[in-house]
């Protein structure tokens, strides 16, 4: 899918409550992407929920880019299908 890379704080804000991946600069417990749901934005700080529903500040020395996931909800389509054969 298209990403669009969030640089600016207006881009943030425009897009809380939209899927974004995270890359850090440094892997954090060994890993250096995450993604959520922006939740939050605060001089350059973001708090990603991700899809178990627990949440995690990302401060802004940590990030390297965080990027909009467009096609985030691809795969909950194909779960819906299965439910309606009771024609």
């Known amino acids: ?11 943030f804000e425009r897009f809380i409550g939209a899927w974004v991946m995270a890359k850090l600069i440094r892997p954090i417990d060994g890993v250096r992407e995450l993604d959520g749901v922006l939740c939050a934005y605060d001089n350059g700080d973001i708090v990603l929920e991700d ?28 779960e819906d299908e299965g439910e309606t054969g009771h024609e």
Do not use: F, N, Q
């Open 1 to 11: 899918g298209v990403e669009r890379e969030l640089v600016r704080p207006a881009h």
């Open 51 to 78: 899809a178990m529903g627990a949440r995690r500040t990302v401060y802004k020395k940590e990030l390297a880019s965080v990027h909009v996931i467009d096609d985030a909800d691809e795969g909950l389509e194909e």
